[in-house]
């Protein structure tokens, strides 16, 4: 049997196992996966374990022991399934499958798993446990088949990728268990829609700035200095000088979507003076924090960045007599680029032009996601983000995920595997 044969025996069996990958799908998304705080991580370890194993896959499941989110209350578990094939390379197939909190404004039941319409909605099916499906029933298809795989897949699922990921992909590659020269190549189905290759992402700087003044009575607030009104200043110079600036930067990355070409600076949050539904008390604020998102581009780097933002605080200092700044960094992450000549991409791209029949385009990601781990930790270069579901969606209410698009993605990825083998 030649490899045209292979391949649309491969097509076949995707779309034999249709009703199974809906129903895996589903199944994951009554799973509350919600983070903050993890719950149900270990449950839906084991249902993802479960599934690999009855799908002939050795499992592994792999706590973040000495990781101060893992704890009895919401242990940090993660699962490894690995399907051995020849002496060839070995694959990775990495999702997440802890979910942001479902919000409002929901007309279907947010962990309910609906199927309808050629959809299925819940928080999280987008991103990214349709992913999860796809991923694992892209080999499943393979075997089917009769398809013999000259190398190895892994498909992990771990957790905490919505913030940060440091109890999950992080620890998994800082003991190796995804590793250069252990591990060939990875794909992460993310939700980037099903003709986007997501070859990297900007970098992230969380940082938060504290200001503080003299507390004094609110009737003679002359006798004191106000934090919050330093923090106004400083949220003054943010917004009509330096904003201003990263608008005007842009990356050459692909970053989609189009605004998210430029440089960004969001105010996350601000805390400062009495709890406004508290007993009121005549009080000069004498304590003001804000928590800044930064996302910075590849052309900035991190040390321009960290440096403009001492600037911001300084002009604030000599602008607000009185009040006391200081700038502590929250959370960095650098900007990262899968090589232009990666085999991983080159195998995605001719897939996705078998099973679609269109060129596929590159992008990058507004946000980050678990390459950043996959890169610096791991140091495995060749990575990117395919699978499943619109970006857009991620994190809304109502989200859902297209079965079409979960059967397209799951055969893009079986291809894909061979492709890289």
Not at 274 to 284: A, S
Not at 393 to 413: M, S
Request: glycine fraction near 10%.
């Amino acid at each position: 049997m030649g490899p045209a044969a292979d391949t649309d025996r491969i097509l076949a069996e995707v779309d034999r196992a249709a009703d199974e990958i809906v129903a895996f799908t589903s199944d994951l998304v009554r799973i509350p996966t919600v983070n903050p705080p993890g719950d149900a991580y270990d449950v839906c370890a084991h249902a993802i374990g479960d599934e690999l194993a009855r799908r002939r896959f050795d499992v592994e499941y792999i706590a973040a022991d000495g990781r101060p989110e893992h704890t009895a209350a919401h242990p940090r578990v993660n699962v490894v399934g690995t399907r051995r094939g020849g002496p060839g390379p070995v694959v990775h197939l990495n999702g997440h499958f802890d979910v942001v909190p479902a919000g409002n404004g929901w007309t279907v039941e947010p962990f309910g798993g609906v199927v309808r319409d050629g959809r299925i909605y819940g928080r999280g099916v987008c991103d990214m446990k349709a992913g999860i499906a796809a991923a694992l029933f892209a080999v499943e298809a393979i075997s089917r088949a009769g398809v013999r795989m000259p190398g190895s897949v892994e498909i992990s699922g771990t957790v905490d990728e919505e913030s940060g990921g440091f109890a999950g992909v992080a620890y998994l590659a800082e003991r190796g268990r995804i590793a250069k020269g252990r591990t060939s190549a990875v794909i992460i189905p993310e939700p980037l829609n099903v003709d986007r290759i997501c070859i990297g992402h900007r970098g992230v700087y969380w940082f938060e700035v504290t200001a503080r003044g003299r507390i004094a009575h609110g009737s003679m607030p002359f006798l004191g200095v106000s934090a919050i009104d330093g923090a106004s200043r400083l949220l003054q110079i943010a917004r009509d000088e330096l904003m201003p600036k990263l608008a005007a930067r842009r990356t050459a990355m692909p970053v989609a979507p189009p605004g998210a070409c430029h440089a960004t600076l969001n105010v996350n949050g601000i805390e400062g003076g009495q709890p406004v539904d508290g007993i009121q008390t005549p009080c000069v604020a004498d304590l003001c924090r804000v928590v800044f998102d930064r996302r910075f581009l590849l052309e900035e780097g991190f040390d321009a960045t960290r440096a403009e933002v001492e600037d911001l605080v300084r002009r604030a200092r000599e602008a607000s007599p009185g009040v006391q700044f200081e700038l502590r960094d929250l959370m960095v992450v650098h900007p990262v680029r899968t090589p232009d000549d990666s085999p991983v991409i080159a195998a995605l791209q001719s897939s996705i032009h078998r099973v679609l029949g269109r060129a596929p385009s590159l992008v990058a990601s507004p946000g980050t996601y678990d390459h950043k781990h996959v890169a610096r930790i791991a140091g495995v270069p060749h990575c990117v983000a395919y699978g499943p579901g619109e970006l857009e969606l991620a994190h809304q209410p109502d989200e859902y995920c297209r079965i079409e698009d979960i059967i397209n993605a799951t055969k893009v990825i079986a291809l894909a595997i061979l492709a890289l083998m």
